[in-house]
T-cell receptor, first 120, second 114 residues
Framework: NAGVMQNPRHLVRRRGQEARLRCSPMKGHSHVYWYRQLPEEGLKFMVYLQKENIIDESGMPKERFSAEFPKEGPSILRIQQVVRGDSAAYFC??????????????????FGPGTRLTVT | AQKITQTQPGMFVQEKEAVTLDCTYDTSDQSYGLFWYKQPSSGEMIFLIYQGSYDEQNATEGRYSLNFQKARKSANLVISASQLGDSAMYFCAMRAVGSYQLTFGKGTKLSVIP
């Protein structure tokens, strides 16, 4: 059973370009989370999505950042007009459905290997 | 709002010895979960152990145990019989029941000395 997959693993962009980060959740998981890790820091929550729905984007910067999780295909985190401060590791996590509550399983968030974004 | 504090930026431990990594938390929620993750130099986040706020017994997973003291709001990770492969960053995190997001501390870098 493949784990959470993220690509690319490393991404270099010049200031002003767009960055697109992809996340394929574990098989059977329908809940995806994005986190950002700045150097020397812990992970910070950005957004939580279910298929075709953004459930919680309270950690997402208001401008330049967007996320989607279409019915088919991976979840995408898009950063437009990147700046040096966007350089960070971006992690995706996924959870299975809790059949009792209908929401994500509370105990389980499996992380992908991360995408290291460097803005030059 | 939730907050996780890890006061030890770096720790050293001799191989085969036990080590405790500190974690304190602050929350007004009554129901929550506490998590520990390991991040080796390769960068991935590896889940280690989970403790629910209403669990009466401390969680254990192999060489990992969680020393949970609810009144003191602490959830320290104990690694027994340290191995060289335990050298990594360790992050404490929490999540309130009903919330979707994990809140992480800044981490502790553990170095195991042969």
């Amino acid at each position: 059973n493949a784990g959470v997959m993220q690509n690319p693993r490393h991404l270099v962009r010049r200031r002003g370009q767009e960055a697109r980060l992809r996340c394929s959740p574990m098989k059977g998981h329908s809940h995806v989370y994005w986190y950002r890790q700045l150097p020397e820091e812990g992970l910070k929550f950005m957004v939580y999505l279910q298929k075709e729905n953004i459930i919680d984007e309270s950690g997402m910067p208001k401008e330049r950042f967007s996320a989607e999780f279409p019915k088919e295909g991976p979840s995408i985190l898009r950063i437009q007009q990147v700046v040096r401060g966007d350089s960070a590791a971006y992690f995706c996590a996924s959870s299975p459905l809790n059949p009792t509550s209908g929401g994500p399983n509370f105990y389980e968030q499996y992380f992908g290997p991360g995408t290291r974004l460097t803005v030059t | 709002a939730q907050k996780i504090t890890q006061t030890q930026p770096g720790m050293f431990v001799q191989e085969k010895e036990a080590v405790t990594l500190d974690c304190t938390y602050d929350t007004s929620d009554q129901s929550y979960g506490l998590f520990w993750y390991k991040q080796p130099s390769s960068g991935e986040m590896i889940f280690l152990i989970y403790q629910g706020s209403y669990d009466e017994q401390n969680a254990t997973e192999g060489r990992y145990s969680l020393n949970f003291q609810k009144a003191r709001k602490s959830a320290n990770l104990v690694i027994s019989a340290s191995q060289l492969g335990d050298s990594a960053m360790y992050f404490c995190a929490m999540r309130a029941v009903g919330s979707y997001q994990l809140t992480f501390g800044k981490g502790t870098k553990l170095s195991v000395i042969p």
